[in-house]
């Protein structure tokens, strides 16, 4: 089992662009998916997968207030108060459809499927340890498995893992019984 | 032993039982009107399908969380039908539902700034659905485990799926599981209309038109819906709803956006479902299809079909719920297992509301008028997301003399 993790702290810059070769869809990534992005290359590196590799993703926390903020900001320049008409008239112009995109807890999943190529069984999830590592065991594969974690902590920092596991590898792993964060695996693993 | 569906709890733009859910089928009433549910001065779409009792929308306060609270109330109710924490240990049920994106009241925080944890909560996530989903795990006595799946519009199909997996594989004996989802509200709805994926039809309850050549968009939807899976060997017979024989899951790996228009990936994952099933597809009765209502839905499903049945793809019964109550997202495919459980049970493929006039791009055989009379042995329902995640579910009708 290889396992990769980094993680990236508020300020610190995700060097995401050295991982993509589709450099015009990082403005729809998170932080998360960033820092996803960053470990399933490192992990991936110079490795063309099968299509048919299964891919499980488990996210944690979420940076959709930026959408809050930006609906909100409309209204700070006076004492309005919220209003349907309000929103639609002067918070909804300022509002960016990517953060749409970034409040959609799959992106991850999706933008690095799409970069290699993963078409094969596949879940995205926000669960536990043990609901990340069951999803893989029960895969109907035989062949290798990718899974991956992330987690955008509430003060911007973000963190991912990413490992290829077979389901024998998972078998009796005590993260099956476990409750914590998926990101917990990794945490773990990374230094084993 | 079979894995089986035991029980349901629903809140659901069809009703808020499982009774009242299929005579809404049977009757089919249109369910997607104008919001009522909040204030839409200056919106330009304004259709959704809400959950209703006996026909009339339920309003909650603009703090509640709508699928957090209606999730919460079909736990509750499938646990008095199904008496599962009475007939399980905590750690034999997992609780796996598929959820959408959180909900802030947008009125409070405007007047707070302050993105506060729900009430009580003991939680540490900061998201407020995750948190409510646990403790509505914890609070009911699903000690087994509780996962999310996100996978937007494939999310509760995937919920399902994997619960399906797990008690088959005797991970654990019971699974709690379904999905809900609400995204009617001011930041989600709009946000979703931004996506470009919304009907422009001003009529509202036309306004979704699953595989019509007259489709421009879907409609929201929202609803929480929960089952019961089990191994027919500790399920109560005479209760037993339908069986579960297959289920895959693929990716398109193609766009965020649109789907693979040849349909690969969503071929794929209805040839491992029906393989996982055991059977050919010659077997499989009637479809029921994600079927959005959106331009380039209707055409990668067909080309789909025509990849697995070939020439009876154009001949094979097909559905959609969406046209009678819009667009779930995170809870669809669990909602429109209902009627898969409606088809089996009545041995009828249900018309597709809205549904008129056939697309010469999508030349399928969809149900219009009236329901279809047939006999139905496996049926086929797939659901594809927003971001290229394909499920595909192979049900079986359940005899009782099966076993």
Known sequence: MRVIYRIYESSEQIPVYDYISRRKLVKYFTRETMAAMVCAGELLKERKPLPETPFFYSSSELEMMEIYNEACSAFDSDSHNFTSSGFMERALPVISPLSHFKSMRNMTHCFISIEHGFKGDNASLIGSASGLLLCAMLSTTARNIIIGAGKLHADGTAEAGFAEVTSSELAGNKFLESNEDAISFFRVYHNI | ?403
């Open chain 2, 1 to 403: 032993m079979a894995i089986v569906i035991t029980g349901v709890g629903v809140k659901s733009p069809l009703g808020c039982s499982f009774e009242e859910c299929m005579k809404t089928l049977e009757a089919g009433t249109r369910c997607v009107s104008e919001i009522e549910n909040f204030d839409t001065t200056g919106f330009t779409q304004k259709a959704a399908g809400e959950v209703r009792l006996n026909g009339r929308v339920i309003k909650t306060p603009k703090e509640i969380d709508r699928k957090a609270y209606f999730l919460n109330k079909c736990v509750q109710d499938l646990k008095e039908r199904t008496r599962a924490t009475e007939r399980f240990s905590p750690a034999e049920i997992v609780f796996n539902t598929g959820g959408g994106v959180d909900y802030v009241d947008i009125d409070t925080y405007y007047r707070t700034r302050q993105f506060t944890l729900p009430a009580g909560s003991k939680l540490s996530s900061h998201y407020k659905s995750k948190a409510l989903t646990e403790e509505i795990a914890l609070k009911n006595g699903f000690l087994g485990g509780v996962n999310i799946f996100m996978a937007s519009c494939a999310a509760s199909s995937q919920a399902i799926g994997t619960s399906f997996r797990m008690v088959r594989s005797g991970f654990r004996k019971a699974a709690v599981t379904g999905g809900s989802d609400s995204m009617i509200n001011y930041i989600n709805y709009i946000g979703f209309q931004q996506l470009g994926a919304m009907s422009s039809c001003t009529n509202a309850p036309y306004a979704c038109k699953p595989f019509d050549r007259r489709r421009d968009g879907t409609v929201l939807g929202e609803g929480s819906i929960v089952y019961l899976i089990e191994d027919s060997n500790t399920a109560i017979r005479e209760e037993i709803l339908a069986e579960i024989v297959g289920y895959a899951s693929t990716m398109d790996a193609y766009a965020v956006t649109d789907p693979d228009p040849e349909g690969r990936s969503l071929a794929e994952a209805i040839s491992m479902a029906i393989n996982d099933a055991g059977i050919n597809p010659d077997i499989v009765d009637c479809v029921h299809l994600h079927g959005t209502g959106t331009p380039k839905n209707a055409p990668a499903e067909y080309s789909a079909l025509k990849l697995v049945f070939g020439e009876r793809a154009g001949t094979i019964p097909v559905y959609s719920m969406k046209g009678q109550i819009g667009h779930l997202i995170g809870s669809c495919g669990a909602m429109e297992i209902l009627g898969a459980i409606y088809s089996l049970q009545k041995q009828v493929v249900l018309p597709t509301i809205n549904f008129e006039e056939q697309d010469p791009s999508a030349p399928l055989n969809v149900i219009r008028n009236y329901p279809l009379n047939m006999k139905i042995e496996y049926l086929l329902k797939t659901n594809s997301s927003f971001g290229g995640e394909n499920t595909a579910i192979i049900l079986k009708r359940y005899n009782l003399g099966n076993g």
